[in-house]
């Protein structure tokens, strides 16, 4: 598989065994994100197609926007992150986790309850060991910056080299000169050099809200220079269909502007004079019978 | 009883109905709050008598602090509020309520299930339905302020007749000069006319952030003029039983700093003086018998 | 006259003489202002009521929202301010001042003017002569603080003297002990013993920007202990009028919220039973009655 | 010309129509820039000449603060930008504009005007079909971030085309990933995928405040990786004149540095040792003469 | 004394000794207070007489301010603070203290001083102890709120039974409920409940920094609603004798402008008509004369 | 000397005079850094050695961070800076200055002092005049932007011609363009136009704050693209010897997970099967063998 063609050897099974007080039950995972119309992971996660994902990769801002709202999706958009290779899109599955201040006796029950599993006692490391190729880490640390970084230089080596993507934290990392050199995607609140410490993990692949957004399993993570875009797999396709129409759009309309010729009201949303309008939709649909 | 005396005519059965994402069975509750030494309620959160909620009136935000910490709670505790009635002391046992960002495949599984049990369509308010004497309502709205808006005047009032108490909201609320004549304690991060908008119900009664302190159900809380804690139904007595030592050793302190006598360090933290620290154990000895 | 009756003695003869930079003309007061049903001052600016103001002041801000933005004026409310007597409401006809950094060109052009028109050279100051009873000074010093203190005590003095209103200014002002005592409602930024400097005066009764709200000269101004609201006078009735129907649906509503026998969403925001929903109808149909 | 030789085919007629509030007649420019040294666009903007903007480029931030407090103009410099191409030195002759906060009242005059012209309906692009060679366009969008994006990357290749300038907005901008590639200097506070909306456009080269700074239709603008300068036409040529004499001030004191022969007290700001002194006077009036 | 006449038994004796890695020697003391006009106290800090503080207590803002700046005090001022009772003025002579963030090789040297000193060890309070009646302790916390609290109800207690004044802290304050009741001016940064650590007390009666304001030493604190003026003892006398011809100008100006007579430039900040101005002088110079 | 080959010709004699008043005597400078493990300057400053701020050069944040808070030195970080070429690791001495906003009382006793010494006037470069090579100078200037401006490019240029490190100041610098092309790691707060003023200059060389971590001089200032840690020179060999440990263990656990063979608990922190665990131990000790 071209997307991940550098990481040959994949490990081979997942137990989703959770001990989180949240967590979704496969049924429950199916019930939330019914409207999904891919392929689904084991336990229910939906799996946007690879393909699709190839599509994504190549989407502007404008174009995820121009369809996220109208379909009544306002709240899937966040910046203001500190952006490790900001020029590298990130773009790849949901995987999210959530954490809370930590509270001894909650976090001694889900303790007990890993241990009856036969997990680590590392519970904040659990939500790594489920990452699978394509597989974006969106990590809800409530913006803590000292204490609140989810992984170092080993750990994020560890991401990329299973996901080949990158990491979205409302929170921080640790040892930014370490990881800086790795390729990845860091879309990250601040860098601090303490360990993480005094949270707790208390939910896997349920909803969680990066700043202003609800982020669901499963999701395209669309991640460019200006933020990070959660894109429910039920409108990725129509995202994409549409976003044809638009680059034409946009090629005519600033192919036009640097003639000069024009003043931007003449050309811009739309071309004013019937002669140009006509022209432009002949070249539209010339340009979509191209692309098909 | 003595607490919400004024409030007579109390409504008799609530059908704990849920339709939220993130719901704990009776069972979960009494997982996650195994170690709660009183009695519950019958979807299993935990009741801390009213006798106690009275002696826990009586404390200081010091003498919570004394015990919180040292038993492993570090996280118990959130400031940084807009008070209303400051000076009104809001004790409660805690019902927890969680919104996220609103998106319309969430929001309408969550919708249709309230549906097919039969529970009115209007879902912010569905929390409130649940209220009981003595409950204080605690909302994660993510500090949301412009359409944050928990309540107005009405809705406050509702609250306020079911509860006796007040209401914890990491959110805004609207109507001020409505509220503020009930004389109800509202800790809050700010106030704006605009009506609720754009979010969804996710959570009710299950651990919810408030800042850097995490909330469970049936968390004693205790806000004074500084801020509030949430006080875990296991570690109650203990701080009521300390609170009576601190009560003792501050009246002695600051009798003594008040003769004008000694200099700081002679007295607090604790007396220098072989004699005047056999003074103050014969008197903390003598207080405390009194006491029983 | 009720409203301003302790200020028996008022100059009588305003020469609406100015110096600005941004300055309307007659003709400008009455294009942009064209819907005022009322009548208006000399220079063209809408003239709402005693009458009406006297209404005013009995509205609550939930009352004000109910119509505003329903009527398109999302952009009329302005929060985040400290308030000198916040339960003191201020109502009034705005008078609008917009000051800007100072530039020597600019600045020295607008004294000239103001020279050759026999206007005192305090530039800042200017504004202030133009008050009359039932105005409110509305002033945009973008949010300076330092020097950006439109008055001490002598001249709020002089504001409330005349106007019997207060002041609503997006800077600050000096001399909190001396203006705290004064019963006069204030909105201000901040408070610093800096006098006002390295400001130029650019606009009297022209359209200002406070924060997030656009103010017209002769809006009605409505503060209390929220914020404050800039009422265009085209929708002043409406608004007066609509607020009589939400008192009466809230005193309703809150009557029977007291008895204790309902839960919110039986009530809130509309009765869910008919035969309740039939009582409130009628209940608000004798109401109505009686206020006629 | 040299400055914008690959824009060739430039839009020949402008008709400065407007509507907006806030409009300088031909009259009001010249009243407000009497002390322009330089010719004037038809409108009666000043137009520094091509010959000084040229020198203005090889100019630093040093060497125009070294000329304006001691003029007056303390209020002359912004920073806190978000800088695109920060390398790229801005350099042009401004065109502002103004936005505030909509209200429907004032628009609707605004577009009814506009109408009445001629002017196309979409007003906040109103201000781009008035730009020329050489000019920046200078926007106060009060810091508006969500929903207060000026232009995206069709809008900003127009800009660029005509002006072959850049941008600065006290605002955001859209598509970030399609304006980063064009070679264009832009200053904003912000990003945000949302168009721009609930705005108005209320004056076109008249005084407008970006920040701290107050900007005049004509100002030289001078942007650095620093922040952007406005200077007013009357001192643009002692700003260059002055900046010779520094450049070779510091040409010689750095040189000197460097040797490591000196403490910083010896040479900085001006050599103690009289032959020192001495050497710097020859070396100064050498190289004078050499530049005429 | 009348000034703290309630607090009859003072400690005796103190010997200042110290053991901050910062301290003033008397000679130090002297030297950087060489200006003092007034007595001294043993460790040479100036002792401004507490008749002299009687009158400062009657002072307001504007007047101190009106001194200040153009002495050349232009650092004097810090605002910002949460106030506690802050209608009752501060006024004392200023005891100073400095922390910083603790680090174990300087903490032990000065420990090791503190114990061959036979001082105690509890080093946060050792500048407590050196407190007199009439001092105000003024403490450089660096702004630390969470573990940066000063006091609890006991020292507070102490500080106000040994002075009879009150508590600047760049820093916090803990239980904030008891010491609410203490009728003591508290000017703090916040309140938290954490105690006091991980910093050391690296200088008393040193300059400190609080915020924007540097302070000395036996400088005359003034704290009123506003925020702090820190006056140094030589110019005291200067703000007090100028305060006088204030208090008459502005109870002048006050009078004439409440006859609503006049427009505000007529009257202010001098009158303009040579009679009024006439009028004015013979009034402020009668009541010149009857205060002396 | 390899560290500043290209710095050939060094000042020869410093005389540390200094007339701050705050000042280290020769005999306080050894009590507080009594644990100095290396030479010292003349004035008793710590001087680590050249071999040893070359192996500093060569370690991460984490590594540093690995020893510092086990040996109790938890406030030696701070971050959000501004980093000028945050890839060129800044190594050196700290040379510590502490600056204060200005009173003409305690400014000028320092400029007598330091005219009976016979130094320059110009305060605030005194100490510029006391570096040498090797040293990074760290000046609290307490976050000052405007008017906080310690060096222009003519001062960086000597700080870099002196010490070939760079510079750490809780405040701002000017003329970024005319500093940027010096390869000079500079750790500032801001860029400002205006130069420094309303300041006076309090100390040298004793400790001084940055944000939340206490400077001594002497300790081994450590830059990376994260922020800046004063390593206590007692705690250097420590730190670099433990980094050679990391290294290996990161460069094992590295190389592990970029197989794709373990999941992430299997690795990290420690290997979890007993054979791996025996491997690497295996590994480690031949790598350290290696080393020696």
Redesign the interface.
């Known amino acids: 598989m071209k997307f991940f063609a550098n990481?040959?050897?994949?490990?081979l099974a997942w137990l989703p065994l959770q001990a989180q007080?949240?967590t979704f039950t496969h049924e429950?995972m199916l019930?939330?994100?019914?409207?999904n119309p891919f392929e689904r992971f084991a336990d229910g996660r939906p799996k946007a197609p690879d393909a699709i994902l190839e599509k994504v990769k190549g989407l502007?801002?404008?174009e995820?926007?121009a369809v996220l709202p109208g379909a009544?999706?306002?709240?899937?958009?966040e910046?203001n992150f500190r952006i490790l290779h900001p020029n590298r899109k990130l773009v790849g599955r949901a995987v999210t986790a959530q954490f809370?201040?930590?509270?001894?006796?909650?976090a001694g029950?889900m303790e007990a309850d890993a241990k009856a599993k036969g997990?680590?006692d590392?519970g904040n490391?659990?939500v790594?060991?489920m990452l699978r190729p394509g597989d974006v880490l969106v990590v809800d640390l409530?913006g803590k910056i000292e204490e609140g970084t989810i992984v170092?230089?080993?750990?994020a080596?560890?991401i990329y080299?299973?996901t080949g993507t990158g990491l979205v934290v409302d929170g921080a990392i640790?040892?930014?000169?370490?990881i800086?050199p790795i390729d990845m995607s860091v879309y990250c609140r601040?860098?601090?050099?303490?360990p993480i410490r005094?949270v707790m993990l208390?939910g896997i692949n349920?909803?969680v809200?990066i700043g202003?957004?609800?982020v669901?399993p499963g999701d395209v993570v669309f991640g460019?220079?200006?933020?990070v875009?959660f894109i429910?797999p039920?409108v990725v396709k129509q995202v994409v269909d549409k976003a044809d129409e638009t680059h034409i759009h946009?090629q005519w309309?600033?192919e036009k502007?640097?003639?000069?010729?024009?003043?931007?009201?003449d050309?811009?949303?739309s071309p004013?004079d019937p002669a140009l309008k006509k022209e432009y939709e002949e070249y539209k649909k010339r340009k979509l019978e191209e692309q098909k």
């Open positions: 990481f040959l050897v994949i490990p007080v949240f429950d019930k939330y994100t019914a409207q502007s801002a404008e995820v926007w009544g999706f306002r709240n899937q958009y910046g809370m201040p930590a509270r001894p006796d909650v029950v997990l680590r590392n490391q659990r790594l060991d409530f170092g230089d080993n750990l080596t560890y080299a299973i640790r040892d930014l000169e370490g800086q601040g860098v601090h050099p303490t005094n208390t349920v909803p809200r202003g957004a609800t669901m460019d220079s200006e933020g875009y429910p039920q946009d309309t600033q502007i640097k003639t000069g010729k024009y003043k931007s009201t050309i811009y949303p004013r």
